[in-house]
C-alpha cells in the first residue's frame, strides 16, 4: 500500500481524504485477506479431489460414486415390512433405471478402446 503523495501545505480537507482513502484500502486489503482465508478449505479440497480423479485416472470420477451410492443403498436398504416378490422386481428395476446412463457410459467407451 503505498501513500498519497501530500503537498507540504495541504488543507485538512485534503487529508481527510487521504486519511478516508487509506482507510478504504486498509479495509479492501482486510477483505481479501479474510475471504482468501475462508477459502482456503474449498481450495484444498478441490485440489484433493483432482489429485485424486487424476491419480486413479478415474474419467467419470462423480458418476462411478453415484453409482457405488445407489449400489450401495440397493443392497443394504431394507424393503418393505410385507416382503412381497413385487418389492425386490421395483427395487431391480429401479437400481436399472439409476445405472443406466452410467452402464451405458461405460459400453462406449470400452467399444471406442477397441
Same mark, same amino acid.
Request: charge should be positive; aromatic fraction near 2%; avoid cysteine.
Given at each position: 500500500?503505498?501513500?498519497?503523495? &501530500? ?81 425386490? &422386481?421395483?427395487?431391480?428395476?429401479? &437400481? ?19
Amino acid at each position: 500500500m503505498s501513500l498519497p503523495e &501530500l503537498p507540504p501545505n495541504s488543507s485538512r480537507t485534503e487529508m481527510r481524504k487521504a486519511l478516508i482513502r487509506l482507510r478504504m484500502e486498509m479495509h479492501r486489503q482486510e477483505i481479501r485477506h479474510e475471504s482468501a482465508q475462508l477459502l482456503q478449505p474449498l481450495q484444498r479440497v478441490r485440489g484433493m479431489t483432482q489429485n485424486l480423479q487424476d491419480g486413479f485416472g478415474i474419467k467419470h470420477a462423480p458418476l462411478w460414486g453415484v453409482a457405488a451410492v445407489t449400489l450401495i443403498g440397493f443392497l443394504t436398504g431394507k424393503g418393505a415390512k410385507n416382503g412381497g416378490g413385487l418389492d425386490s &422386481l421395483t427395487r431391480l428395476v429401479r &437400481l436399472g433405471t439409476t445405472l443406466g446412463p452410467l452402464i451405458k457410459l461405460v459400453l462406449q467407451g470400452s467399444s471406442r478402446k477397441h
